[in-house]
């Protein structure tokens, strides 16, 4: 989405470069709060899951470049990064409704 906005493409190249930095510091948090929260026998099932969701993320990014793209160079790209702001809205709904505070919020304030 960020990068639909830019017009010159040391603006895109900036904003990518941010956005590597927080996804970098933020895709192992997943793991974390799975093995913070679930039990140990359901641990694994857990994480298996979150690195199913990565790869069908992928996947999902595939074929929106497969429709909005017509070759490397060529394409819709403004568009693509607007429709793929679609899942980020529904995850980011789902962890306010769904995701509380962690076990280890609760036993460090009592």
Known sequence: MYGSFCDSYFEMLILRLLFGIVYGATYPLGYV??????????????????????????IYLVCLCYLFLENYKEGNWRGLLRV??????VALLFSLILVKETIRYYLNNG
């Open 33 to 58: 709060i799975i093995s913070e929260v679930t039990e140990s026998k359901y641990r694994g099932r857990f994480a298996n899951a979150i690195s199913l969701i990565y790869i069908l993320g992928r």
């Open 84 to 89: 793929n702001i679609f899942p980020f809205v």
